[in-house]
């Protein structure tokens, strides 16, 4: 694959943007691989990226019913954090982040993380004492937690509202200064490229429409381009991983949702990072295109649909409006909806199934693309050694037998 150095990207802009090269295959598919992940998201690509480079194993398909990075990859809101409270959580977010700190160098493609913070807003009280809690969990784990005044947030976000006659005032917040944002097609493609250089097919436009399996063994895969043989498949398709799951007779604790978001025109930069709000339910950054990112709580109905609906578009603006009212004067260019998949603890679902040779990475709620390195990670090494890695054991299917819940509704950023 060829790297792109500065005097290439002269040569092209130069020609137009013409004859680009491909930055990744598209070939037809195999009749057998070792490993199937199904999803061309970023936990799919990842995962399969990971299989490659650190194991070795490059007999692998992704396999997409779209375009790479069409789902909830493309649809989110591109925030990257590990301030989760419990342990189990800050150790596998945590180890994300530090990914993503490396990722562009790792990749050789600008993923563009800007570390701007996230911070978190407290509106009251009781929120105060709560942030107190979280924020002291953090740095008693080692992780970068820091409680800020009023004065202190008007400083670092000096549009937001702070007088005392806000719809909802704000007390104080904490901060995680190395939390921030990404390019969410930046990191697809930069996994997708870097997979197709280790020799992993991409096969996009590849409806999955079964799954076969022969007693409690996994067989392979029937798509719109036929069945493909596999010993090993993963489910990498947030939004939608019950309705895999239902083709193995596997019935999982997720409950599908729309979440919205939308974004304003482009304006000068005026945002660092992240500002989340769970009382206004509302959470606002900047782009890299200087677009405001406005993001809310999840739709109240299941539902696979992506788009979004006028209740909770109003509410999500009203309540983003209420912590920085000068962006009324902004235009809305477009809105539009991800699939969330939620269990019952708002924490992931990872790693084996009771199906022989059948892997899960799904449950994902609001955090699927800020865990897509680790995600990958440890996906890969749970699929190539046949047990769960240790940063996911936590994350099992069985914890919804065993009641060892991670209830992480909170800390999860929005309303679920």
Not at 182 to 203: E, K, N, P, S, T
Not at 365 to 384: C, Q, R, S, V
């Amino acid at each position: 694959m060829e790297k792109y150095s500065l005097l290439q990207l002269a040569k092209h802009a130069l020609s137009g943007h013409k004859h680009w090269p491909q930055a990744w295959r598209s070939p037809e598919p195999k009749k057998s691989y070792d490993v199937i992940i199904i999803g061309g998201g970023g936990q799919g690509l990842a995962t399969a990226y990971y299989l490659a480079k650190k194991y070795g194993i490059t007999n692998v398909a992704v396999v997409e019913k779209g375009w790479l990075g069409g789902g909830n990859t493309g649809r989110n809101t591109t925030v990257v954090r590990s301030n989760y409270f419990y342990p189990e959580s800050t150790d596998f977010f945590d180890h994300s982040l530090k990914m993503y700190e490396n990722l562009s160098l790792e990749l050789n493609y600008n993923v563009m993380l800007s570390q701007g913070g996230i911070l978190t807003l407290g509106h009251n009280g009781h929120d105060m004492e709560m942030l107190e809690r979280w924020s002291n969990s953090l740095q008693l784990q080692g992780l970068d937690a820091e409680m800020m005044t009023t004065e202190q947030i008007k400083a670092h976000t000096p549009l937001i509202d702070t007088s005392r006659s806000a719809r909802y005032p704000i007390c104080g917040g904490f901060i995680q200064r190395r939390g921030g944002v990404a390019r969410h097609d930046a990191v697809a493609w930069g996994y997708a490229r870097g997979a197709d250089d280790l020799g992993v097919d991409i096969i996009q436009n590849c409806e999955v429409t079964g799954v076969r399996k022969s007693g409690d063994r996994v067989q392979g895969v029937e798509t719109s381009r036929g069945y493909i043989k596999a010993d090993k498949v993963a489910f990498a398709v947030a939004g939608h991983t019950s309705v895999l799951g239902s083709m193995v007779g596997l019935e999982l604790p997720i409950v599908s949702q729309a979440l919205q978001a939308m974004v304003s025109e482009p304006v000068k930069p005026c945002l660092d990072g992240a500002v989340l709000s769970g009382a206004a339910h509302a959470y606002v950054s900047q782009s890299d295109r200087g677009e405001i990112l406005i993001g809310g709580g999840a739709d109240r109905h299941p539902s696979y649909g992506q788009r979004g609906n006028l209740p909770i578009l109003e509410e999500t603006l009203s309540a983003a409006l209420s912590l920085f009212p000068s962006f009324s004067r902004l235009k809305l260019m477009r809105q539009w909806a991800g699939i969330v998949d939620i269990s019952p603890d708002s924490s992931p679902i990872l790693g084996k199934t009771p199906i022989t040779g059948l892997y899960i990475s799904g449950g994902w709620g609001t955090g699927g693309f800020k865990a897509i390195p680790a995600g990958g990670d440890t996906l890969a090494y749970t699929i190539a050694n046949d047990r769960p890695h240790e940063l996911i054991k936590p994350f099992g299917l069985e914890r919804f037998v065993t009641g060892a819940l991670i209830d992480e509704g909170a800390a999860a950023g929005v309303a679920h």
